[in-house]
Every structure is written in C-alpha cells, then in structure tokens.
C-alpha cells in the first residue's frame, strides 16, 4: 500500500507565503511525474503545477510566476512554494503521483490540505 501525505498549510495574509510539501510512502514503488491541485467549493479541482520525474514543470496561468514546483526523488517528496499569495489562491490543495508497482502504473491522490488567504 502507498499513500501520499500532504502539510505545510494554513491561514496567510495577503502577499506572504507558505511551502506546501507531499511525501510519497510504501514499499517496492517508483514515482513518475507529480503535481499539485486545487479545489474550491462548489467548482472542479484544477490543476496548480506538475512535474515530472526528469524535473520538466508546467504551471497554471494564474500561478505562473509566484508558485515553484520542486521535488526531491531521494525523499520521494513533492513541493509547492507559493509565493505573493492571493485571497483567490484560497482552496484545499492536493497532491497526485503516478506510481509504478509490480509492473503497472497507477495515480494517487492525498488527502488536501486548506490554504486560505486572508485579504
């Protein structure tokens, strides 16, 4: 069994940051790309930032520029730096990696972690 755990949340004001970090955990797994998204009530979970085992990234537009996407293989950790927080940055934010086990390739989700910013 694997299992992906996020921290690093919590309540900001405007134009401060947090660091969002995602741990990747069990046995006998590889880990290919990982991302971050986020979700608000009542709307879809959207897609923040993803990268990919080689450390290529992608970014949503209206992150572009204040969020960095980073992992660490050796600790099979994903992070997401989010700098100049906005109060529309405000949502549950979740990690997902693909997995590699016994020959198949499966996403995981975590569990999210709340982001509010106040105004």
């Known amino acids: 069994q694997v299992q992906l755990v996020e921290s690093g949340g919590g309540l900001v004001q405007a134009e401060e940051s947090l660091r969002l970090s995602c741990a990747a955990s069990g046995s006998s797994f590889r880990l290919n790309g990982m991302g971050w998204y986020r979700q608000t009530p009542g709307k879809q979970r959207e897609p923040v930032a993803d990268i990919t085992k080689g450390e290529s990234t992608n970014y949503a537009d209206s992150v572009k520029g204040r969020f960095t996407i980073s992992r660490d293989n050796a600790k099979n950790t994903v992070y997401l730096q989010m700098n100049s927080l906005k109060p529309e940055d405000s949502a549950v934010y979740y990690c997902?990696?693909?997995?590699?086990?016994?020959?198949?390739?499966?996403?995981?989700w975590g569990q999210g972690t709340q982001v509010t910013v106040s105004s």
């Open positions: 997902n990696a693909e997995f590699y086990i016994g020959g198949y390739y499966k996403v995981y």
